[in-house]
């Protein structure tokens, strides 16, 4: 909860620094894709869906909160002393609740742009037979804009979602992180004032 209310204060505080910025022109938008979970082994692919929100602050670089909801497919297991016996087990799910920071051409006027991404998010994590975990999670990625008119865009991106995980979350000793990729193709719409 502390996390997600300093992620509030850090948008309200980029707001507030630069009120004008491109003429208070911000776009809202949704999008969906392929969830992909990066070894490991007890999960399949997925899906993915979202909303965002892009404030600019410069002409190059603009702040989106967005929240994002990641489904695994369920994996298969084997146990048993032989390893002969195949059981099937929830991928788990994510929701998180973030900030990224976009840096590249991110106005949305019309024809093709391209940017890149780096975000914060709380990120809560949820698999059966496994306690909740909400994490301090990081975004990464690159992404390509076509602006069908200045108000109207279509988004293709690839992130990289790390949620970290330490040794009492699970009490198995265990540190690392889980890693998922996604793909996903977005529609986003502008307000504000355009170029003509």
Do not use: H
Not at 13 to 25: D, G, H, K, L
């Amino acid at each position: 909860m502390k996390f997600r209310i300093a992620l509030l204060i850090l948008l309200l505080s980029v707001v507030m620094i630069n009120p004008m910025a491109q003429a208070f022109r911000f776009s809202v938008g949704a999008f969906g894709g392929l969830n992909l979970p990066v070894a490991q082994e007890d999960t399949k692919s997925g899906t993915v869906m979202g909303l965002k929100a892009r404030i600019p602050v410069t002409t190059y670089l603009a702040v989106e909160p967005n929240y994002t909801y990641l489904k695994n497919g369920d994996g298969e297991a084997k146990i048993g002393s032989l390893g002969d016996i195949t059981m099937t087990r929830d991928g788990g799910k994510y929701s998180t609740f973030g900030i990224d920071v976009v840096f590249g051409s991110v106005s949305g006027y019309k024809g093709l742009n391209a940017y890149g991404i780096l975000g914060v998010a709380s990120a809560k994590f949820a698999k059966k037979g496994l306690p909740d975990l909400t994490k301090g999670s990081l975004w990464l990625g690159v992404g390509f804009e076509f602006g069908i008119t200045d108000y109207l865009s279509v988004d293709f991106r690839g992130k990289g979602l790390i949620f970290p995980y330490k040794d009492d979350d699970y009490d198995k000793g265990d540190t690392g992180s889980r890693k998922n990729g996604i793909i996903t193709v977005g529609l986003n719409y502008y307000f504000g004032i355009s170029e003509e």
